[in-house]
T-cell receptor
Framework: KAGVTQTPRYLIKTRGQQVTLSCSPI?????VSWYQQTPGQGLQFLFE???????NKGNFPGRFSGRQFSNSRSEMNVSTLELGDSALYLC?????????????FGDGTRLSIL | LAKTTQPISMDSYEGQEVNITCSHN???????ITWYQQFPSQGPRFIIQ???TKVTNEVASLFIPADRKSSTLSLPRVSLSDTAVYYC?????????????FGQGTTLQVKP
């Protein structure tokens, strides 16, 4: 069974640009969450989607947005990129909602802002 | 929101049993305790989850005392490949959200 797939693995952008990251969850998983990981702040929750609806959102500015499609695939978008957005962006999927559902993470997209 | 406290780092040697303890004094009644493992440049990997007493799977055991204010992840006979960061997480209370709150984690270094 294929794991969570994130594309692209690496991305280099410049300040002011926008970027879209993609996540394909494990087949049958309906919940997708996004996290940002940086050396200074660690792993921080961005948002969670279930059945194409955003169910939860972390403390990030409105430049960070996402969506989920009917096949559970998800994308996140960051507009007006800043240097501080350089990070590893991780996507996780689970069978359903609920904190006791183990989440399965992809290996992330490494975003570098120049 | 239950805050967790765990050691920043631990060292061990191959073949030893490693126990990592996590404190979560204000854990709520319906909170679960979950441990994840993360290798460099990879996403976290689910290890084990429990609510009370003891849970064991093929890779680890989780011990939770009756008051649930702490928990201990036990890794039997570690190898060099167990060198990683280990995160203890406690549920945010709501049963309809998968939001995970990660702390700093414990960096385990296994030496030959």
């Amino acid at each position: 069974k294929a794991g969570v797939t994130q594309t692209p693995r690496y991305l280099i952008k410049t300040r002011g640009q926008q970027v879209t990251l993609s996540c394909s969850p494990i087949s049958g998983h309906r919940s997708v969450s996004w996290y940002q990981q940086t050396p200074g702040q660690g792993l921080q929750f961005l948002f969670e989607y279930f059945s194409e609806t955003q169910r939860n959102k972390g403390n990030f500015p409105g430049r960070f947005s996402g969506r989920q499609f009917s096949n559970s695939r998800s994308e996140m978008n960051v507009s007006t990129l800043e240097l501080g957005d350089s990070a590893l962006y991780l996507c996780a999927s689970s069978l359903g909602q609920g904190w006791n559902q183990p989440q399965h993470f992809g290996d992330g997209t490494r975003l570098s802002i120049l | 929101l239950a805050k967790t406290t765990q050691p920043i780092s631990m060292d061990s040697y191959e073949g030893q049993e490693v126990n990592i303890t996590c404190s979560h004094n204000n854990i709520a009644t319906n909170d679960y305790i979950t441990w994840y493992q993360q290798f460099p440049s990879q996403g976290p990997r689910f290890i084990i989850q429990g609510y009370k007493t003891k849970v064991t799977n093929e890779v680890a055991s989780l011990f939770i005392p009756a008051d649930r204010k702490s928990s201990t992840l036990s890794l039997p006979r570690v190898s060099l490949s167990d060198t990683a960061v280990y995160y203890c997480l406690v549920g945010v209370g709501s049963s309809n959200t998968g939001k995970l709150i990660f702390g700093q984690g414990t960096t385990l270094q296994v030496k030959p």
